[in-house]
């Protein structure tokens, strides 16, 4: 093999090529601009690309099951507790519409999907929320799937991991999805009890009531670039505080760089972390004999 | 309770301004109304208390936002004796929108926090309107444990309209301060106990109220968002805000039903919380009860039904 006799350059990404690819604006029917650089795409450009933008990189949103299956050993999940569908338990208005319509569109029952799988030959409990279900807000439903998830790898002795994406607590079932966050903290408290490895992956964006529970709450934290991440929305902030918001604010590199991450992994990469980061806690377990 | 609070007592002030021109006119006239004139009184005084005990949701948000509520520090000072205030988180500042410190209550040493606003803007910009920032959050976490290293039993009042929605708030990890809090709050190897006793304010709130027993004032409310909020994102228009008041289930009634609190403190109708002496013994009454009840009982014991009454809260459908 070739071997080059000076120190080879670091490799960062070559900025100057993208710069090159020119702005498209093929705006026929079914294309739409990438929302982090314009460029216009249709979507077999897109799913060829496995949902990245081929210009500029910009990680587009994928539905719960497809992070699943991006983790984890073919074949290896099962679904359960899919039989968890919400109620209207305060009879808020327009909130059954509002979950039939995201039930329609999703093919989903609800904002998470959880159950049992395997990365790299070890068995863990994962779960993975959906965005497009109503925005991945918590309500009763979401806050239960994940505490029996975490319970059950408490339990086991699995490791648990979840993909985050959430615009926080479901309003719609009042203070029932608030309570949610206490609840799922409370069985994070016994996942790390019980000596786990519980590694939470945030993705674009984990905001209010998932972020300030048990999101952060993780042995590792991982952010997916440029996710947003933080507690209030930034729409909240600019008009409560009347700032403008610097560059950059409340995405994944920003909260790196304040400290709120352990690092951050591009999804393609990501099957690949896990797998080591289970490697190296033997299954994630340290009780374990 | 004595200003104009809301739209309806207008309507009363003008039976009251007619019954002073009745009264004003028996002078003139030199004939005596006064058995009539203490009657009506007597009415309106009675109508205005019937409308006060029957507040809409939304009144009740209002009337749980009133700057003349009493905040932590004045229900220390009602309440208990020798408190000694601590500050600071050790890492990066003190919160004046959460106070805490130690202080003696019905003859036990407990530890007491709560948030702060103020009773005037003035005021209220020190105390940040209540909204604590990470440093709150931090400095309660730190006096929780240290609650714990002295097996002291643990008070919080709540009263604030959410953590701070600030750029700093957001760099210093506003939503890892309050996950930090609930999981340790779930924890804690000591009995807590929380009053909400004004604005129960979304998660920044909640922070504070992971607990073994739950008391709520009569107007206090809790809320997943504030009803502006709600109105502002699902019906695209801030001035609803009182239809979302009603469909939130936001007070304690509400919150009774659903299991999440446990005791509803009754509030006096048209008084100061604090001159109520019916109001200020009933609360002593109801802390002292509960905090013998849960001090009673073995700390795995307490800490298992701490689990058990979060795990259970929840209404969903199952098919197996």
Redesign the interface.
Known sequence: MFKPSFKPKKTYIDLSAVKKTPVTFDTREGNFPCPACSVWLSEAEKIQNNDFCPRCGYHFAVGALERIYGVCDENSFTELDAGLSSLNPLDFPDYADKLAKAREETILMEAVVTGTAAIGGHNVAIGAMDGRFMMGSMGSVVGEKICRAIERAAEQSLPFIIFCCSGGARMQEGMLSLMQMAKTSAAVGRLHAAGSLYISILTHPTTGGVTASFASLADVIIGEPGALIGFTGPRVIEQTTGQKLPPGFQRAEFLLEHGMLDLIQPRLEMRSLLVRLLNVHQGGNHDQK | MTRNKFEFESNYRLLESKLAELRDLSVTLNCDFSNEIAKVEKRIAELKAERYRHLTPWEQVLMSRDLERPMTRDFVELLCTDFVEMHGDRLYGDDPAIVGGIAVFEGRVVTVIGHQKGKDTKENIVHNFGMPRPEGYRKAFRLLKQAEKFSRPVITFINTPG?D???G????????A???L??GL??LQVPVISVITGEGG??GA??L??ADRILMFSNAV????SPE??AS??LRDVKRAD?MAA????NAVS?KD?G?IDEIIEEPVMEPLLSSQSFTQSLRYSLKKHLDEICGTEIPDLLEM??QR??K????????
């Open positions: 953590a929605p600030g750029v708030a957001e760099e210093r990890g506003e939503a890892w309050i996950s930090q609930l999981l779930s924890q979304s998660g909640l922070a109220t992971v809790f809320s997943v968002a909020t709600c994102i699902l239809e469909a939130l289930k936001l919150l659903m999440i701490r689990y979060l795990r809260i929840g209404r969903f459908h199952e098919i197996q």
